[in-house]
């Protein structure tokens, strides 16, 4: 069971200038061994426990900025100073000033254990932006420079993980609803849907109940299966939602998601809940 709460970032961060809920979204290709996603709308607090079941022993946190922990300038505090005002332990790798203005980079690095991480993003603070990516629990501090370097000349569109033999989990996260990861594990594509399809069910229900978070089983790996046999471009919407009973319409598109691209006219396929068995099936749509 997954505890989703009424205020996911599908509902605070509204889509468009009219401020709509934010769609579902997810997309997926895969080259080389590798599989990159781009979805919505997820937390990175939200998909902590997916990472880290992927991830090498140690992550390391290499961008971070948040409005939620200010100095007194207003300006975001180091991740360091935030890891500790959180009780985390870790190690701090400085970079220096070279890796101010690098997209991707924040001045310093922090390397924690993996099973920290869900303590680190425990949901009291909300980052803007968030880069994390898996490394050796005995990462050289030489082996963090050249991480640097390969995360600050590679293309938004580039493969990473090619250019890193160790790393098995990079993610990206924007205004905390975006997301982007490269993965070398097959099963960690099916593992966002799932989520990002619990979450949205459970928002909708802990608002039928008046409720701030609502508990909701997550669909098992077959779903990634049969919507990737179909297209690997979705974007989804709710239906029907009743104490009983939450439907998410699910339409193919040609492309990645963007803002902007409205829900088309009729959904391909819905994604049912049936709340009092916590089972969920995906049925073509009338």
Request: charged content about 20%; proline content about 7%.
């Amino acid at each position: 069971m997954i505890e989703a709460g009424r205020q996911g970032a599908s509902s605070v961060n509204g889509a468009g200038v009219e401020r709509r809920p934010f769609p579902l979204s997810f997309s997926v290709r895969e080259a080389e061994g590798l599989w990159r996603v781009s979805a919505g709308a997820a937390r990175a607090a939200e998909l902590a426990d997916l990472l880290v079941a992927v991830a090498n022993n140690a992550v390391a946190v290499v961008s971070l900025a948040t409005n939620s922990c200010l100095d007194e300038d207003w300006h975001s505090l180091r991740p360091s100073l935030i890891a500790a005002e959180l009780g985390v332990p870790c190690r701090v790798h400085p970079l220096g000033s070279w890796a101010s203005g690098t997209n991707g980079l924040e001045e310093e690095f922090l390397v924690m254990d993996r099973d920290l991480l869900p303590r680190f993003l425990d949901g009291t603070w909300s980052p803007y932006e968030l880069t994390l990516i898996d490394v050796p629990t005995d990462v050289t501090a030489e082996q963090l420079d050249e991480l640097a370097l390969v995360l600050g000349t590679t293309g938004v569109d580039e493969p990473l993980l090619s250019r890193l033999g160790d790393s098995r989990v990079w993610f990206s996260g924007h205004d905390d609803c975006y997301v982007m990861l490269e993965t070398r594990d097959p099963a960690l594509p099916s593992a966002v849907l799932a989520r990002l399809l619990t979450l949205l069910a459970g928002s909708a229900l802990a608002e039928v109940a008046e409720e701030p978070f609502s508990g909701v089983p997550e669909p098992g790996p077959w779903l990634f299966g049969q919507l990737l046999a179909t297209a690997p471009h979705w974007i989804g919407a709710l239906g029907d939602v009743t104490e009983d009973l939450v439907a998410i319409g699910l339409a193919a598109l040609p492309a990645p998601w963007r803002l902007g691209v409205s829900f088309p006219r009729q959904a391909d396929l819905v994604a049912t809940l049936d709340v009092r068995h916590g089972t969920w099936r995906i049925t073509p749509a009338e």
